[in-house]
Every structure is written in C-alpha cells, then in structure tokens.
C-alpha cells in the first residue's frame, strides 16, 4: 500500500515537502495536523513560517466565515474593497504608526517572491542603477529576478538562464567570528577599482531562514544601514519569513533600530495560511506609475480579511511580544541542555521562535527530521548542506506542545548522533587534517 501513489503518478517530480513528510494530511488545528488515518501530528514546520497563527486560527476562521456568509468581494483585481481598507487601516494603527514608520504598501501578486521581484525592480528604477547586492546564504524566491539574488546553487542551476545584475557580500559571520564582514563591504564601495558597480541597493534577511538560521547581530544590521546611507544605497529587508513576529516583534528589523528604504512581507502575512504578499515603500520612492507593476491577483481580498484579523487580534497589546519571548527562551534552553549533552555534534542558533539545531555531521540533520516524523514531529532542514534542523512552531503554541515536540526533537537528535559517532569521528579527524595542512 502506498499512500502516495496517486501523487506519485500525477503530481510533478517537483514536489519537495511530501517527500520529506510522506503521509496525506487531512485536517490541522493550531500546532498539530492530522493524516488521513487519523495519526497527530505536532508542526514545528508551519508552512515554513506561514502559519505563525497556527492552523485554522479560530478568530480569524470566524471572520473569513462572516465575510463569505455576507458575499464580501473575494475578487476584484486591485480595485478599492472593504477588506483591503479595513486591512490598510489597521496595518497603519497597530503595526506603522506605533513603531514610527511611514511605509506606503504595495500588494504584488500573492506570493513571497512577487514582493521581492517588486523591490528589485522598484529599486532599480528609482536609482537608474542595475546592480543590487545580496548575501551569502541569502533566500529571497526563486522567480528569475529574486532567484538572482539567492546564494544556493541548487536554485540558481534551475533557473537555466544566466543570473545577472546582482553581486555576493559575506553575510555576518560568514568568514568566522572575529571578522567583520562589512568591512570588507565598505573596501568594495569605496574603491573605485574593486569592480562592484554602484549598486541599487542591498537585500538582507535579518536571520536567514532557508540559509540555515543564521543571525545577523544588531550591530551588523546597523551597520549595513549606515553603510548604505553613505554609499546612496536602498537597503531592503526581506522579512518574508522573520516578520510577522517570528523572532519577538513583528517586524525582525526592530530590535536594531533600523528603518530600511523597502521591506517584503508575506508567509504569515495571510495571517490564516492564504497566500498575501506585501513590499512596504518609504514614501518618496513609489514612483511607479499607476498599473506599471500590474497582476491579476494582487490583494487577495480573503486572506486581507484574514490579515486584518490577525493584526488586531495579536497586535494590539505588547503582551503577544512578551509571550513570543517567553516560549523562545524556554525552547532555547532546552536546545542548549541538548547541545550541551553533545557539544561535537550539536550546536544551536537562532532569534525568538526560529531556532536551528547545527549538526557538525551535515546528514545527521537529514536523519534527525526523519526520527522525528516518525514519533509525529514535522519538522524540516535548512542550510547549504541541509546540515540545519530548523525549528518553526507556531507562535501560538500551547507551551505543553512546545515542551512536547522539543522533546520529541532531543530524543530524536540524541539517537541520531548516537548511531552517528563514526561519522562524527570522520568529519572531525577532516577538520584537523584541513586546520594543520
Ligand atoms: C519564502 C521566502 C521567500 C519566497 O516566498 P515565496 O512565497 O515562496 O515565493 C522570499 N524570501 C524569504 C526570506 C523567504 O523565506
């Protein structure tokens, strides 16, 4: 019996995450999902970060229901409709004006990689400039354009074309503590013989999400900015995945104190799951001209509604911030006493409620994912070499189900990397024949 045959025979080689979690999902409710037989599932995955309200989030089910019930306008291209102004209203009360920030919002077409390709584009038409830069590691999408400014080869290689226009900076730490990268940066603009052309701007993720959970600090992001500043660059932070409170505050960049020129929004934007992209634009560069970045489906009139729920539902008062935090350090912590229990093997990095478990031995990540989905942990990799377990809860986890599945996680690592110490002993016998050649 294979429960995947029917996708095996019709749906396209393309397919990633049904490989990885082979069951038929059925139902989902807050942090857990059901199969077709009925099995429960715990979800550290959450649609890669789409689903930090949970699935199904009962406040905001209730008002797509009332919406539906009512005949709401669920499509009207880009016209003016009730959901999109309560939507921009309340993005403006509770998210905007509360931090300071003057954004006007563009609805692109409805996914991730829409936002993006609206900033790069937007960006190069403001500056006359067609370089942008992007960082090691970085993940932005993967139509042509975003796909341009993603380090992955496995991504890049698919695009069949070549990639142009953009050019590689080290991200934070990516040469080893103790270098500062944007050093190196700033020694590409300033001289005039380093071979980077002027660039439009800079696109960074503040953690990188599919790059394996690594963090910039809040001094680097500072940095970039001034960096940009001096050098007339538009800085673009692609908070597709870390905004939306995924690492504490709803938008990732706030606990630097950084406004960047464009910020891209989506996964969990939708606030219920339902695909809605954002690209937010300081005033004085949206300079499109009406209808020149066009699309069919731009501000899906559903998940609007839906998102207008979710902002003020979680937004209002600072106490879903506190409680983000709350749940994060108690993950943390026992992440660390994992780790510390096999420091070869393991290490952790990460902000708020995205996490990521290191493994020293890239394929134990692979297996560790594997363990877990067997004991009912969804739970997915990251990273170049898939070497990043990478934890995603909902953010409205009950705390039970959170200490629930880091458990299942412990177990499951603990058992890999036990099975796993010849490898271990290979990889760590490479690195010092590396260190002393
Ligand atoms: C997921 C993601 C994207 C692309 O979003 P899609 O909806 O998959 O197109 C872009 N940037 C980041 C940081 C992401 O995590």
Known sequence: ???????ERLESQ??????????????????????????EYLDFLSGAGTLNYGHN??????????????DGLVHGLDMASSAKKRFLETFEALILKPRGLEYKIQFPGPTGTNAVEAALKLSRKVTGRTTVVSFTNGFHGVTLGAVAVTGNTFFREGAGVSLNHTTFMPYDGYLGEGV???EYFRRFLADQSSGLD??????????????GVNTASPAWLRGLESLCREFGILLIADDIQTGCGRTGSFFSFEEAGIAPDMVTLSKSLGGYGLPLSALLIRPDLDQWKPGEHSGTFRGNNLALVAAAEAVDHYWQDP???LEICRKSRL??????ALCNRYP???????????QGLVCAVPQHARRISEAAFAQGLVIETSGSEGQVVKLLPPLVIEESLLVKGAEILAESAARVVAAGTADLEEVMASQTTEVSR
């Open 331 to 336: 993950l943390r912590r026992r992440l660390e």
């Open 319 to 321: 106490g879903f911030s």
């Open 14 to 39: 393309v397919r990633g995450y049904s490989r990885s979690f082979p069951t038929v999902f059925a139902t989902a409710r807050g942090a857990l999902l059901w199969d077709e037989e009925g099995r």
């Open 57 to 70: 989030n009962l406040f905001i089910k209730k008002q797509l229901i009332a919406y539906l019930q009512q």
């Open 344 to 354: 070869a093997a393991l290490s952790v990095r990460g902000r708020g409620l995205i």
């Open 1 to 7: 019996m294979d429960k995947l045959q029917t996708f």
């Open 198 to 211: 002027q660039p439009a701007a800079v696109i960074v993720e503040t953690v990188q999400g599919e790059g």
């Open 180 to 182: 500062d990268t944007l």
